[in-house]
């Protein structure tokens, strides 16, 4: 019997600001609690205002500190900041391997910021299916700007892209070549490239390289075309981070005049309404035949009886037929 | 009007080992062609035998060269052997970045081995789609052994676990620390470490380190253990690579003598099924209301007026009243 809560009345209290209203809401939805659907729709009307600022990059090249210094940076124009931390977790134990608890620890007190870390269970590799839904309960807290911090492998940087009006992707001189770069498909995912630890040997040739390369593979988006910007910073001593946050004003005001940023935010809608729906029919599986019938034609799939398409056709029809 | 293909005489000449023939399948199943079901029927009598080994590391590890020692210890063995190198693309161009035509050169014209890379388009930072085909086309035409090459980055390390058999798992010295060994959560998806590059500093560090973690990890798989072993090469001397050629058949008894490979390979088959179901699914999002109801559900959450919980569930219902 889950302990009974007054939905309403935690997200009256998101609304103004409480930070344990705003903890316990996306903890509810974080653990998909019987609540999830209740905290969704009571969140609603309150969403839709928040800029959502995805932060990537290979490990070792600074993004906690580059997330701390850019707080530092929109608190100074009076924003109220949410962050949303992906942890890196192992997919098949479940946990998060690192406590980020101590992470941030100048912005901890403040009252106008939100910092969550997430684990990734749920969704191997990527991004928590419950962030979309963390990102919601920030938004409706009265956040102007979430950022979210993901490590720089495969899957989790497309999806940040997926979840991201704009999209930062952080480099340090000296951690790979351009090729790398271009494999982990970074080029095309970034709105906003930052050449962090600037003060080290290499920061110019990678500044070059990188502006070089991106203008290869610059395209138009609706009909206009972005000229994706590529800055120096010393994060950790805040230096240059005004400007990354001057770069996501001017992402977002071209974004908006060219209706790119209505587009994003509609793909988004269409993809998390699609995720939720393909889990709903999934879930259905399990039911036909008493769960037994995706067993039973694994079982003729190995003992190489049938095919995976033939089985998959008699897997939907038997759902159809249900 | 595709050309016309006949698919019964291709499996017959690949299952002869003609490399024509297995090339001209895998590119039948990997462009998705109209053939690409028939071709998986035609294949499903003669599939089941191959053991599906995957080969996974970080960039600079030694993967390519340790594929092509292994592949010499396999022929060595008097082994059929299959390859199946995957690219690792941007997701977002759907293009190959690097093409590896020249890879494996000294076994490019041995007529028992099969060599190809695969672009990882279709399924955004993973495997490709095709993989599981391809795999299929190569255990249909006699290959004892197939290596699935794949480079470590999140979503494909763990697709690769999805499809073999056993997984190798590849690091060199100083190539990062523990930690960052079990973020990535290769601990727990390897069935064999090696330690490539063994003659330089800090290898015996590194296979020291690497079996402390290992051992706290440990768990009982159907009420039996497998020790992975941790295994040091030099794999451009060809050094070591016959004992990882023997913990893999040592790994493939273990599997068989305790049921744990019959559950891998179900389970295997579960997913693929599964995926091929919903992918037949959520196709049909598209013919519902003429293609407009996903458009229109995602513009009303953007608009606030409804959370993505019960847009889905609205989607599900037309789909279900359609």
């Known amino acids: ?42 969140l609603t009307p309150y969403t839709g205002r928040a800029r959502v600022v995805g932060l990537t990059g290979s490990p070792g090249v ?3 500190t580059t997330t701390s210094a ?23 134990s479940g946990g998060a391997l690192l406590g980020d608890r101590v992470r941030m620890g100048e912005h901890a007190l403040d009252p106008e910021v939100f910092i969550r870390s997430m684990a990734t269970r749920g969704h191997l590799g990527g991004l928590s299916w419950a962030t979309p839904q963390a990102l919601r309960v920030l938004d409706a807290a009265g956040c102007d700007v ?22 930062i992707v952080l480099l340090a001189p000296g951690m790979g070549d351009g090729i790398q770069a271009a494999k982990a498909g970074i080029l095309e995912i970034g709105d906003v490239f930052v050449v962090n630890k600037a003060d080290r040997d290499g920061a110019d ?28 910073t010393v994060a950790a001593r805040a230096e240059g981070v005004g400007e990354v946050a001057s770069a996501i004003d001017a992402h977002h005001d071209w974004m908006a005049a060219h209706g790119v940023l209505e587009q994003r935010r509609r793909k988004r809608a269409e993809s998390e309404i699609e995720a939720i729906a393909v889990a709903a029919l999934r879930s259905r599986f399990g039911d036909v035949r008493g769960g037994t019938a995706l067993a039973q034609l694994a079982e003729r799939v190995v003992a190489a009886e049938i095919d995976p398409f033939a089985a998959a056709d008699e897997l939907v029809a038997s759902l159809d037929s249900a």
């Open 1 to 42: 019997m889950p302990r009974s809560v007054d939905i309403g009345d935690l997200v009256s209290r998101a609304r103004e600001g409480q930070a344990r209203a705003v903890a316990r809401l996306i903890s509810l939805v974080e653990d998909a609690s019987p609540h999830l659907r209740e905290v969704a729709a009571a």
């Open 62 to 64: 600074g993004k906690s």
């Open 70 to 92: 850019l707080v530092g940076a929109l608190r100074g124009r009076g924003h109220r900041v949410g962050v949303l931390a992906i942890d890196p977790s192992s997919p098949f």
């Open 146 to 167: 979430v950022l979210i911090e993901t490590v720089g492998v495969g899957q989790s940087e497309i999806d940040v892209v997926a979840l991201a009006d704009t999209t």
């Open 205 to 232: 040739r990678a500044v070059r390289e990188l502006k070089h390369m991106i203008s290869l593979g610059r395209k138009e988006i609706q009909g206009a075309m972005w000229r994706q910007p590529v800055l120096k």
